[in-house]
């Protein structure tokens, strides 16, 4: 069955740094991967949306990249904050008709040092 | 824009009492919603996907007549967890597919917090 795999253990990283989240996926190339922002006792805040004929997505501060050849989606929080601890969830989906399932990855959890 | 709201934040019960939990698109209308379930430090977990005017389609191995959905309205569905036992215990979250959207933003709602004593 497909799989979402991200690195479990948490990343830290000091203020104004580039931060960089894993995302792999087995089997299956999915038609687009999502990137969402989760805080503690909270949903899930989208972030990003990349396509599989996509190689890179940029949104301020954010990039996402997608390489189907790795199977890998790259996620990258520049001049990082504080305020951007929080845990990131990869999800894939596979598009058509009118609702897409999301598979979640089990999330990296940012600490962003002063 | 795109906010979705669930209520109760957060419910304690007792076993074998049922609980709904209510899923809001405040801002736009939502033909489909989805439920998930996520337990502490895990991956958020379909539960069903919820279709304005038909009936559910829930998930590989979970109970459709435990979980009950009800999307009455372009705005609302319910899940009710019907006779709830401790290992119903979860947080349980709830999204919108955003209209128009080809390949599905969902917006999430902040989630409710069940305890089952």
């Known amino acids: 069955s497909q799989k979402i795999e991200q690195n479990s253990e948490a990343l830290n990283i000091q203020e104004g740094k580039t931060a960089t989240l894993t995302c792999n996926y087995t089997?299956?190339?999915?038609?687009?991967l999502q990137w969402y922002r989760q805080d503690p006792g909270r949903g899930p805040v989208f972030l990003l949306l990349?396509?599989?004929?996509?190689k890179e997505k940029r949104k301020e501060r954010l990039k996402v990249t997608f390489d189907t050849t790795l199977k890998q989606s790259l996620f990258h929080i520049t001049a990082s904050q504080p305020a951007d601890s929080a845990t990131y969830l990869c999800a894939q989906g596979r598009g058509s008709g009118g609702y897409n399932k999301l598979i979640f990855g089990a999330g990296t959890r940012l600490a962003v040092h002063p | 824009g795109a906010v979705v709201s669930q209520h109760p934040s957060w419910v304690i019960c007792k076993s074998g009492t049922s609980v709904k939990i209510e899923c809001r698109s405040l801002d736009f209308q939502a033909t489909t919603m989805f439920w998930y379930r996520q337990f502490p430090k895990q991956s958020l977990m379909l539960m069903a996907t919820s279709n304005e005017g038909s009936k559910a389609t829930y998930e590989q191995g979970v109970e459709k007549d435990k979980f009950l959905i009800n999307h009455a309205s372009l705005t609302l569905s319910t899940l009710t967890v019907t006779s709830a036992h401790p290992e119903d215990s979860s947080f349980y979250i709830c999204s919108a597919l955003f209209p128009g959207q080809g390949a599905g933003e969902q917006y999430f709602g902040p989630g409710t917090r069940l305890t089952v004593t």
């Open positions: 990349i396509r599989e004929n996509e």
């Open positions: 089997n299956y190339s999915p038609a687009y």
